[in-house]
């Protein structure tokens, strides 16, 4: 290589070499690197070493997570298990308090209990509880709290089984209330005390309170205030008598005594209009004793169309008391008998026409005290408006048919006639 020449200018600004290559830095032919280079040189076995505590570090990492999803995992699993059970547990107990409550499926075996005087809910519970009936009784007796139960319960011996509810053997010992309609048809010319044994047996009220009610309870009607004001005869026997109209009607079974004979004293209230009291007083009679002669028409009648004549009868000869004092009705001898003894005669005999009682026209003048039955539509509108007859007599054959008389002697003729016939009937 030639010398640079000393007057050549040496460049200011000239290019440095590139380093080598950290790769080629290493490399030297056939010598060690400086010592400077040897440091510089990377601890191969250190990193190895690094590298494998991390990997050793990584597997314990990734072991430990899977050791904490496992242990999550059985948590959640016993806990999923416990959650079951105890679930299980409580469905049951629930099903079997539903049970006891509701009696869905529980024995029908009927048990004799005893209820005693001022029993309250915590001694029903036990009664039930000790008999068998129910299972829980903290629980009826909870349950009782709930629905506003504090009794009365009714004393007494009681027939219950296990398949009844809570609420059935709630209301089983307490005073029953009767639900529900009942209809009822009265017959026409029913007497009073027909009419509240029909009403007593088809479980609507008592007796008693009926005659208390019909006696003296104060309904508000202008012709009972019309009774009221012209006094009750001596010997009557209902005050109502004559005003309980026959009809059919429809009761609840819990239905008051008064309420009941409240709804035949309307019924009577739209028949008897105010033509049939103007009609009255021009007759000269009170409403009273139009229903009085209405009953007489109504039971010796044995039709409608016999009730113009017969009333006729019973008026023409109310018409003359100084000649026909008694009206001497078989009905009204019928009626003295029956509210006297409490046996209604089958046949009227001369010795039942002698019985002694105020509702005996054969033993009394005029009009019994009031009427001897409730008398129909019919009966009321003919007693107002009979026939027009010269007619003082009757006689009914067994058969029903009437025959009427003007005189004495024409009706002993028909006594001796319908004897005859009667026998003919006999057979």
């Not at 629980?139 to 009794?151: R, S, V």
Request: overall charge negative.
């Amino acid at each position: 290589m030639s010398p640079v020449p000393a007057d050549m200018p040496i460049p200011q600004n000239e290019p440095k070499a590139p380093p080598l290559p950290e790769a080629e830095a290493y490399s030297y032919d056939g010598g060690e690197a400086p010592a400077s280079v040897q440091k510089a040189k990377p601890n191969q076995e250190g990193d190895k070493g690094n590298s494998r505590k991390e990997m050793v570090s990584d597997k314990q990492k990734n072991a430990k997570a899977g050791a904490d999803m496992m242990i999550g995992i059985v948590k959640a699993i016993a806990y999923m298990v416990v959650i079951l059970v105890v679930s299980v547990f409580i469905s049951i107990f629930v099903i079997r308090i539903g049970n006891d409550v509701f009696a869905f499926v529980k024995s029908d075996e009927a048990v004799d209990i005893t209820i005693p005087e001022d029993a309250d809910v915590g001694d029903i519970a036990e009664i039930l509880h000790d008999n068998g009936i129910i299972s829980f009784p903290g629980i009826f007796k909870l349950y009782a709290t709930l629905k506003h139960e504090e009794g009365p319960f009714v004393a007494g011996d009681y027939t219950v089984s296990p398949s009844m509810s809570y609420d059935d053997l709630r209301y089983a010992f307490k005073e029953q209330v009767v639900t529900g309609t009942v209809w009822i048809t009265i017959p026409e010319g029913f007497t009073t005390d027909e009419i509240i044994d029909l009403l007593v047996e088809n479980g609507i009220g008592e007796r008693e309170r009926y005659i208390d009610v019909i006696n003296n309870y104060d309904f508000d009607y202008w012709f009972l205030d019309e009774l009221e004001e012209s006094e009750l005869k001596d010997g009557r026997v209902y005050r109502l008598e004559g005003y309980l109209f026959p009809d059919t009607y429809e009761f609840y079974k819990a239905s008051g005594e008064e309420t009941v004979i409240g709804r035949m004293l309307d019924r009577f209230n739209e028949v008897f209009v105010k033509d049939y009291k103007t009609k009255a007083e021009e007759l000269g009679y009170t409403v009273d004793e139009i229903l009085t002669i209405a009953s007489l028409v109504e039971k010796e009648a044995g039709s409608t169309s016999q009730f113009m004549n017969v009333s006729s009868v019973f008026h023409n000869r109310l018409n003359y008391p100084s000649v026909y004092p008694r009206l001497e009705s078989d009905a009204t001898t019928v009626y003295a008998i029956q509210v006297a003894t409490g046996q209604r005669p089958d046949k009227v005999t001369p010795e039942d026409n002698e019985f002694d009682h105020p509702y005996n026209t054969y033993k009394n003048n005029g009009l019994p005290p009031g009427p001897i039955t409730n008398p129909s539509a019919s009966a009321i509108r003919y007693a107002l408006y009979p026939a027009n007859t010269g007619f003082y007599y009757f006689i009914t054959d067994n058969a029903g048919k009437i025959y009427f008389a003007q005189g004495k002697a024409e009706h002993e003729q028909n006594i001796a006639l319908v004897k005859r016939i009667n026998e003919d009937l006999a057979g």
